[in-house]
């Protein structure tokens, strides 16, 4: 079975959208082995904060997030930049790493000041739900749901229409 391993910065601090997680979870048990490693986000206390402060704080999560990374494994960092796929194409996407005996596959989102250079140059993909900005705890379950889709298009359910 294919471990999938989401490592999120910050907490879901709204019941409906930890609700919508645990959902989640639990229908992509039948699929696969997830762990969701959810890391403190780097507080920042300055009003007018610098390039140089965001940098720091997002040099101590990539700390944070590079030490839960599962090698051997793919590494998929999620970021704005990073190549928009259909749910038909993230289906395929985990199919082939599945494939290709890539049993670990870590998806990564970063806190809300995005992601360190360091950890999209580790990174074996990256992708993006899309070119808006979502709130990182609703970016969460829209990538569970989209997990929890490609594996019901793999399976040939009616989730998917």
């Not at 490693?37 to 720091?56: D, F, G, R, Y």
């Not at 889709?149 to 359910?157: E, L, P, Y």
């Amino acid at each position: 079975m294919q471990r999938i391993t989401l490592i999120a910065l910050g907490k879901l601090n709204a019941a409906y959208f930890r609700q919508a997680a645990s959902e989640y979870q639990k229908r992509l048990s039948a699929f696969c082995k997830l762990e969701i490693v959810e890391l403190p986000e780097e507080m920042i206390q300055e009003k007018n904060v610098s390039e140089t402060t965001i940098a720091k704080a997002l040099e101590k999560e990539a700390d944070l997030i590079l030490s839960h990374v599962r090698r051997p494994g793919v590494l998929v960092a999620m970021c704005i930049e990073g190549k928009q796929m259909s749910s038909e194409e993230l289906a395929g996407f985990l199919e082939k790493q599945a494939i290709n005996g890539m049993g670990n596959v870590t998806f990564v989102i970063g806190s809300s000041h995005g992601l360190s250079p360091r950890v999209k140059k580790e990174a074996d993909y990256h992708c993006s739900m899309s070119r808006m900005t979502f709130p990182h705890q609703l970016a969460r379950v829209m990538l569970l749901e989209q997990i929890y889709r490609a594996f019901s298009i793999q399976a040939g359910s009616k989730y998917h229409k």
